[in-house]
Nanobody, 123 residues
Framework: VQLVESGGGSAQPGGSLRLTCVAP????????MAWFRQVPGEEREGVAS???????RYAASVRGRFAISRDNGGTTLSLQMSGLKAEDTATYFC???????????????????WGQGTQVTVS
């Protein structure tokens, strides 16, 4: 399944951006979905995830500032980012995990489908 992200761009510190992810022709509601981010030369970092039951998890660095959600009847995964900081600058990836159970942020290798990424720059 192809995942397509959009909504990246530039923002000033303290500003907001909203990222979205869709899988054309597919619903995302039955899967663990997550957002990861990566800076060149660094490992991919988990940002937020939402499991099949709707339970959300957040990295400590974004908790209280970012919100993950499924919208449009489960066809869209969103990441509302507020209170942006320079250290939030990264390429953000949407990811899907098919297998039930795990829906964490510490093992990107356990996610099987990835989008192409969308750049977020805060300066």
């Amino acid at each position: 399944v192809q995942l397509v992200e959009s909504g990246g761009g530039s923002a000033q510190p303290g500003g907001s951006l909203r990222l979205t992810c869709v899988a054309p022709g597919h619903s995302l509601i039955r899967y663990c979905m997550a957002w990861f981010r990566q800076v060149p030369g660094e490992e991919r970092e988990g940002v937020a995830s939402v499991d099949v039951a709707g339970k959300t998890r957040y990295a400590a660095s974004v908790r209280g500032r970012f919100a993950i959600s499924r919208d449009n009847g489960g066809t869209t995964l969103s990441l509302q980012m507020s209170g942006l900081k320079a250290e939030d600058t990264a390429t953000y990836f949407c990811a899907r995990r098919i297998t039930e159970g795990y829906c964490g942020l510490d093992a990107p290798g356990r996610y099987s489908s990835w989008g192409q990424g969308t750049q977020v720059t805060v300066s």
